[in-house]
Nanobody, 123 residues
Framework: VQLQASGGGLVQAGGSLRLSCAASGRSFSSYVMGWFRQGPGKEREFVAA????????TYGDSVKGRFTISKDGAKNTVYLQMNSLKSEDTAVYYCAATQKSFPRWVISEYEYWGQGTQVTVSS
């Protein structure tokens, strides 16, 4: 599967942004999808993941209650709605896919990665 992330940009603190990740190739429904991020000088960290059916989700502690992951099977796209953004959310955001079971939080458990999209939150 090939993944293409988009939707990043510059936003003020307290604002919102929605990222998209379009998948092509093998059946989209075969994959657990995830979002990760890597801030300046930081290690890549787990943000959110969604099950194959879209019925289950899981989030990193730092984004719970502010970010929402969702998917549209008809469009082969997974989304990350980010609200109440903070300066510490500034990072390159990556989408990823795995054929392993849900949930998956560890970077090494995802087989496929898209290019990153930059999100910058100004304070």
């Amino acid at each position: 599967v090939q993944l293409q992330a988009s939707g990043g940009g510059l936003v003020q603190a307290g604002g919102s942004l929605r990222l998209s990740c379009a998948a092509s190739g093998r059946s989209f429904s075969s994959y657990v999808m995830g979002w990760f991020r890597q801030g300046p000088g930081k290690e890549r960290e787990f943000v959110a993941a969604i099950s194959r059916s879209g019925g289950s989700t899981t989030y990193g502690d730092s984004v719970k209650g502010r970010f929402t992951i969702s998917k549209d099977g008809a469009k082969n796209t997974v989304y990350l709605q980010m609200n109440s953004l903070k300066s510490e959310d500034t990072a390159v955001y990556y989408c990823a896919a795995t054929q392993k079971s849900f949930p998956r939080w560890v970077i090494s458990e995802y087989e496929y990665w898209g290019q990153g999209t930059q999100v910058t939150v100004s304070s």
